[in-house]
């Protein structure tokens, strides 16, 4: 059992990936939403993540849809994490989708239709569904097994019984391979779900108890099912109206289906008479519309398809069948849109189903893209008055000293005090980001020396390998005119605004 969990923990680690933001978890606040020095991966701007906790209470609460928060800061003073925290403390069920201003203009859709795209991943439908359910003791599993490879497919037989019915159902290859995957034996209590097929396993019957002397402690024990084999159960399926909008509006699906038949997986199970016994077949499921789903080739989505499904979900509303989940929309460099998006976006934010917009800027007073104006931040003074602003200051000394410990653990990388002391400095002479990509660097260095701890000389040659914005900036004062167009740099005030970015 322990090289099981062995083998396990290391095919973990092997497909794990680091992120930029992979250490946050949260926003790191105490129910009085009062910011903790440093939790769950959070450090510093108390301020910052104080408002973010009272807009995520107003959130939770459902009271603040299609209204929008701005964070603005300077570069590496965690608006990204803050957003990221955000999204983590919303929980799974809630939608987030996130995004960077440039894409808009590297797409082959419109900026509009790609913002409305946007809008709709982050706006979630809870939808509540009666579904039947196949629930029932395991007597007896039979597998029939082809002699020759490559002949017909394997079939079997499936022997379920509560207190007062048995059954045997014939099986198909999907369900034999689910079976397996399960490990259903006899004395198991299952559930069939008959919309999608899924298998899933509720424990052993008591019956079966005493058949083994040694089980696991993980083992549940539960009484046979009574009444009758197949029961109608209510499932909740939650999914974005973006989702709803690709599987209704690809290839020839031209009308709304309805979740209830579009949303099941890839293979249904559908019942039959065979002989005078029931049948468990798998019967295709896919659609042009599921297709899209996995390869993102969505296209432009017809103002119809987006109409009766907006009619549908609001009819479910009415009918207790469905919710609507507003979620978060996080536009990163929100300077790069242009005035067609923002237009787009005053207009969105009136919607009554729009989700909250969260957008972020390191820009200061620039010229609105598009128009030969300037503005705060570079969006349109009409649409900055529709946003709450929260402001994010520079890290302390301290408080980056804090960010690097966390990001040490994250990556894996131990490091003696003295490199800690002097990562920290470059960290504020230079910046924080520049300071993260060292960790790993010198990592490299200290396994190219065979040491086991990050020691100063491998920081250091890391750094001498490495320039930062300034020191780049200086080499370029000095070497200008052997690169390139230097004539670019020598034209009037280029220079001023050169030895401004060295100082």
Known sequence: ?????????????????????????????????????????????????????????????????????????????????????????????????????????????SKTEALMQAFRKAIGVRIKEETEVIEGEVVEVQIDRPAVSGAASKTGKLTLKTTEMETVYDLGAKMIEALGKEKVQSGDVIAIDKASGKITKLGRSFARSRDY??????????????????????????????????????????????????????????????????????GPRWTQGFLALFTGDTGEIRAEVREQIDTKVAEWREEGKAEIVPGVLFI?????????????????????????????????????????YKSPHGIPIDLLDRLLIISTQPYTEDEIRKILDIRCQEEDVEMSEDAKVLLTKIGVEASLRYAIHLITAASLACQKRKGKLVEMEDISRVYQLFLDVKRSTQYLMEYQNQYMFNEVLTREGDEDEATAMHS
Request: glycine residues 10%.
């Open 332 to 372: 990163d460099e929100v300077h790069m849109l242009d005035i067609e998006c923002f237009s787009f976006l005053n207009r969105a934010l009136e919607n009554e189903m729009a989700p909250i917009l969260v957008v972020a800027t390191n820009r200061g007073i620039t010229t609105i893209r598009g128009t030969n």
């Open 213 to 282: 002397d040694a089980v696991g402690p993980q083992t549940k024990f539960v009484q046979c099912p009574d009444g009758e084999l197949q029961k109608r159960k209510e499932v909740v399926h939650c999914v974005t109206l973006h989702e709803i909008d690709v599987i209704n509006s690809s290839g020839s699906m031209r009308l709304f289906y309805g979740v209830e038949r579009s949303m099941r997986l890839f293979y249904g199970v559908e019942r039959s008479g065979i002989n005078g016994k029931h049948a468990l077949i798998p």
């Open 1 to 109: 059992m322990a090289e099981l969990k062995l083998s396990e923990s290391r095919d973990l680690t092997r497909i794990e990936r680091i992120g930029a933001h992979s250490h946050i978890r949260g926003l790191g606040l105490d129910s009085a939403l009062e910011a903790r020095v440093v939790s769950e991966g959070m450090v510093g701007q108390a301020s910052a993540r104080k408002a973010a906790g009272v807009i995520l209470q107003m959130i939770k609460e459902g009271k603040i849809a299609g209204r929008g928060v701005l964070l603005a800061g300077q570069p590496g003073t965690g608006k990204t994490a803050i957003a990221m925290g955000m999204a983590k403390s919303l929980g799974q069920e809630t939608p987030f989708a996130m995004m960077a201003g440039s894409e808009l203009f590297s797409l082959e859709i």
